[in-house]
């Protein structure tokens, strides 16, 4: 009976295969500095998809109430006017949308006639990001672009 040969211990360690701590570590750390490098950019430019989103949206909301206007002489008193022929419009061509849009937060659209800021139109506005009117988050068809 033949014994085998013990093997050295250099021998053992080149047939091993894997990773050492350290080079675990190092590699989650440059992880780290990557995310923490990309993370916030990112999420400034989903921010800034959702505001290009409601400006789209009150623009398609605008278009509809304009030819609404045009259509019955009037703005109408509610917003899913534009949906449904209300009584007091006789030369309603509409639905003038497929339906009314949620923003990107998914809160409803406010519509108001006549408007508090646009006083002889409509205001249409988003409540923003924390779905509240009235605050500095507010987007409006009278806000800057």
Do not use: C
Not at 8 to 26: C, I
Not at 78 to 104: E, T, V
Request: hydrophobic fraction near 40%; charge should be positive; charged fraction near 25%.
């Amino acid at each position: 009976m033949k014994i085998p040969a013990s093997t050295s211990a250099p021998e053992s360690r080149r047939r091993r295969h894997g990773f050492t701590l350290v080079e675990m570590l190092l590699v989650i750390t440059i992880i780290g500095i990557l995310a923490a490098l990309v993370i916030p950019k990112m999420m400034g430019r989903s921010e800034q998809a959702r505001q290009a989103a409601v400006r789209a949206d009150i623009a398609a909301v605008k278009t509809a109430l304009d030819a609404f206007e045009v259509d019955s002489g009037f703005y109408p008193k509610n917003i899913n006017d534009l949906l449904q022929a209300p009584r007091d419009a006789k030369n309603w061509r509409g639905p003038y949308l497929d339906k009314i849009p949620q923003d990107p937060w998914g809160n409803a659209y406010t519509y108001a006639y006549p408007g508090r800021h646009n006083a002889n139109s409509f205001d249409i506005s988003s409540s923003g990001p924390d779905g509240k009117t009235g605050t500095d988050d507010d987007i409006g068809n009278w806000t800057a672009k």
